[in-house]
T-cell receptor
């Protein structure tokens, strides 16, 4: 059974700092890994999707890496801003069978960026 | 292009009642997945529909059911509500085409907040 763990559970940083969020998963048989952002009481916004054959993806100040063999992914946020404050979730999509839509999520990292 | 829409946004029900939630996917998307989010359990997969067929199901009791219509819109139903069913129910849509799973991004709606009293 796939398990996804995110560390740390919460992180508070001053504005302008670069930071790294970590995600680990137990089963390396994945199609892809997605990073999402969730604002309080809202739905999820997709930030980055990394295919299992890729090592990293970049979008603006965000960079996500994937090491499938070790079951790890990191989300790097450069020059953090107060507007980055949210819960960040990683999710993996398994291979095989009919698991097309089944994402397994971590518990998330609550990020607070203070001015 | 319009995003995923969910209705209603908020619901208050009492134990024993039943409830139906609706999800309209992004135009052109044929896969709709449902998730339950609670503070204790986080996000858990309920089921996925593609072309009106349930393609995958999570580990939830039979009180939770769903369906998909020919226009890809989906509904989920929860019968005999329990206090523990209080949660944010999220719907996600994607293209869902077999063979494109590695690049298929899931897009989430704003959710329906269900409170069971």
């Amino acid at each position: 059974k796939q398990e996804v763990t995110q560390i740390p559970a919460a992180l508070s940083v001053p504005e302008g700092e670069n930071l790294v969020l970590n995600c680990s998963f137990t089963d390396s048989a994945i199609y892809n890994l997605q990073w999402f952002r969730q604002d309080p009481g809202k739905g999820l916004t997709s930030l980055l999707l990394i295919q299992s054959s890729q090592r990293e993806q970049t979008s603006g100040r965000l960079n996500a890496s994937l090491d499938k063999s070790s079951g790890r992914s990191t989300l790097y946020i450069a020059a953090s801003q107060p507007g980055d404050s949210a819960t960040y979730l990683c999710a993996v999509r398994p291979t095989g069978g009919t698991s097309y839509g089944k994402l397994t999520f971590g518990q998330g990292t609550i990020l607070t960026v203070h001015p | 292009k319009a995003g995923v829409t969910q209705t209603p946004r908020y619901l208050i029900k009492t134990r024993g009642q039943q409830v139906t939630l609706s999800c309209s996917p992004i135009s052109g998307h044929r896969s709709v997945s449902w998730y339950q989010q609670t503070p204790g359990q986080g996000l858990q997969f309920l089921f996925e529909y593609f072309s009106e067929t349930q393609r995958n199901k999570g580990n939830f009791p039979g009180r939770f059911s769903g369906r998909q219509f020919s226009n890809s819109r989906s509904e989920m139903n929860v019968s005999t509500l329990e206090l523990g069913d209080s949660a944010l129910y999220l719907c996600a849509s994607s293209l869902g085409q077999p063979g494109f799973s590695s690049t298929d991004t899931q897009y989430f709606g704003p959710g329906t907040r269900l409170t069971v009293l």
